[in-house]
């Protein structure tokens, strides 16, 4: 029997990169894991890999920028599985460009989704998850959050924000035991750095001490601990997985 048999555990963006190879961890480590994101084929394919291998799972259409589409999906979670005890807040999106010359959509349209799809999807979550008196809201932030960059404004303030949602939240839901904290990856080999050109891609990796990107199951793996039973006394917290790119407080 694994440490997280029995629990059940929400991962949205799990349709690719980090956010399946969380749904993936939590399933092997005996979550029942629901998938949630836009791409309804995608997630179908993650599932079936999750039952292949002897795991629970089950596919649900949501776009974290949408109110609606965030009550209604997590209403179909709650109806299928009675409650969520393990929130994985993945999905995010960048649009990148320098301050001076960022359209006000790029900025609107990632606050949306990285920072308040994360508040509204937990709120919606949370009152059962109080009640159940056992929980685990995992936000995955960024070392761009904790260090800022170039050309990329709003998804650092995005990701900033996530570890200020995720302090005040932990403070306000400790005494149910439920505990918050933050995985803030670094360079992670995964579809949304696939594109990033050559040159760039150089630059980031003298950054990393370990002298390597990370793999979105490396994240995983942060991420199914700090669910797991073990970590029952770290609220609050931030943790870098990062190759040793940025060492913070
Ligand atoms: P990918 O672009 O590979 O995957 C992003 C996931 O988020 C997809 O499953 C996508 O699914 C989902 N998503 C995007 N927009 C929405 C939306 N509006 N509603 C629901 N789901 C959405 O990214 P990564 O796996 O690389 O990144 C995952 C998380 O990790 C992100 O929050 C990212 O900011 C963070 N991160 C990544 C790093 C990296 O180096 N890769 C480094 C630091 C942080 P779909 O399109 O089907 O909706």
């Not at 079936?48 to 997590?74: C, T």
């Not at 149910?176 to 949304?192: C, F």
Request: aromatic share 4%.
């Amino acid at each position: 029997m694994s440490g997280l048999q029995g629990r059940i555990a929400l991962v949205t963006g799990a349709s690719q990169g980090i956010g399946r190879a969380c749904a993936l961890e939590l399933a092997r480590q005996g979550a029942t894991v629901a998938l949630a994101a836009r791409t309804e084929s995608r997630l179908a394919e993650a599932a079936a890999e999750i039952e292949a291998a002897g795991g629970q799972a089950a596919a649900f259409a949501l776009d974290v920028a949408s109110e609606d589409s965030i009550r209604s999906a997590a209403k179909s979670v709650l109806d299928r599985f009675g409650k969520v005890e393990i929130l994985v807040n993945n999905a995010g999106i960048a649009r990148d460009d320098l301050a001076i010359r960022m359209k006000r959509t790029d900025w609107d349209e990632v606050i949306a989704t990285n920072l308040t799809g994360v508040f509204l999807l937990t709120q919606a979550l949370l009152r059962p998850m109080l009640k159940n008196r056992w929980g685990r809201i995992i936000n995955i932030s960024s070392v761009i959050g904790r260090m800022g960059q170039t050309g990329q404004p709003n998804y650092a303030a995005s990701k900033a924000g996530l570890i200020g949602l995720t302090r005040s939240l932990a403070r306000e839901v400790a005494s149910r035991g439920i505990t918050v904290n933050a995985v803030a990856p670094g360079y992670i080999e995964t579809p949304m750095t696939a594109e990033m050109d050559a040159e760039r891609r150089a630059a980031i990796l003298a950054q990393i001490p370990l002298g390597r990107p990370g793999s979105d199951l490396e994240i995983a793996q942060a991420v199914a601990f700090l669910a797991s039973e073990g970590a029952a006394y770290i609220t609050g917290h931030v943790l870098d997985v990062n190759g040793g790119m940025f060492m913070g407080g």
